[in-house]
């Protein structure tokens, strides 16, 4: 079994700044891409309507979503299995449920965690 923890989320002030992390344990030989996405609260489906903020392959490549460039930075240990979400000049829109997102294995197999919230205060 593979499971993702997401921490880190919290309260924070409009410009202020979190860390998310990641952690994947479990029967793990490999994983692929990693990724962050949000849901705004009330929204909440399995699979659904999550807007991918950025992912990151295992080599270090990363791609963001237009909505946080420039100001949130992806980034893994591949050792340690975890991936984390530097979050810089937050803002009230940015508040959501951040979810953790991993394709392990040879087949690529989604993985999600159970998500950790961020609230943006204005």
């Known amino acids: 079994q593979v499971q993702l923890v997401e921490s880190g989320g919290g309260l924070v002030q409009a410009g202020g700044s979190l860390r998310l992390s990641c952690e994947a344990s479990?029967?793990?030989?490999?994983?692929?891409?990693m990724g962050w996405y949000r849901q705004a609260p009330g929204s909440q489906a399995p699979g659904r309507q999550r807007?991918?903020?950025?992912?990151?392959?295992?080599?270090?490549?990363?791609r963001y979503a237009d909505s946080v460039k420039g100001r949130f930075t992806i980034s893994r240990n591949n050792a340690q299995n975890m991936l984390y979400l530097q979050m810089n000049s937050l803002k009230p829109e940015d508040t959501a449920v951040y979810y953790c997102?991993?394709?392990?294995?040879?087949?690529?197999?989604?993985?999600w965690g159970k998500g950790t919230l961020v609230t943006v205060s204005s």
């Open positions: 807007e991918r903020l950025a992912y990151i392959t295992s080599g270090g490549s990363a």
């Open positions: 997102n991993a394709q392990i294995g040879p087949y690529g197999t989604d993985y």
């Open positions: 479990g029967s793990i030989r490999s994983i692929n891409v």
